[in-house]
């Protein structure tokens, strides 16, 4: 068929919506597609030119965000305060998420690299979520936990890979 005429016969299904993007988000990808239109409803959209700031070390956290599209660059300052790439995130990467269970101070600046839309999902929303929609909320709160959990364990996993590498080095150097 020619693409032309395919265009006026067949119109986006659910998977062109943004509760069929969020439901490819880890966080997210347990809950079902009524949860996930539910989510639809409390997230917010924000678009970025690239070298604009989306929020910067220090800033106390309010919430968490998805690339839709274009690339976030994730940075830290060293003790020296210079700063250090930790990160290129892409579409369906997410970052921020610890602000959504607490207001800490950021602990890395993150940057638009190129023409992005992020999708915030805010510590606001998610306690008014939790007051009207108890059930849907908490299921949202299961999948940040269960990531949270993964993303713990996996750092627990290379502090202990790099303090026998440590070791190893230092008892090297003794023999």
Do not use: C
Request: avoid cysteine; charge should be neutral; glycine fraction near 8%.
């Amino acid at each position: 068929m020619n693409p032309l005429w395919s265009n006026i016969f067949r119109k986006p299904g659910y998977e062109g919506t943004l509760a069929y993007f969020l439901g490819t988000i880890p966080t997210f990808a347990t809950l079902g597609r009524r949860d996930l239109v539910f989510l639809e409803s409390i997230i917010h959209l924000r678009n970025y030119n690239p070298g604009e700031t989306v929020f910067s070390e220090g800033d106390i956290g309010s919430g968490m965000y998805i690339i839709r599209s274009g690339r976030v660059r994730i940075e830290m300052k060293d003790e020296q305060g210079v700063s250090q790439v930790q990160a290129d995130l892409e579409a369906g990467d997410f970052f921020g998420e610890i602000a959504l269970t607490t207001p800490r101070p950021r602990i890395a600046t993150a940057t638009a690299t190129e023409q992005t839309v992020l999708v915030g999902l805010f510590r606001a929303d998610l306690l008014d979520a939790i007051r009207k929609h108890p059930a849907m909320a908490s299921k949202i709160l299961l999948g940040l936990t269960r990531v949270l959990s993964e993303r713990l364990q996996h750092a627990g996993l290379r502090l202990r890979e790099q303090s026998y590498a440590h070791l190893k080095s230092v008892q090297e150097d003794q023999a």
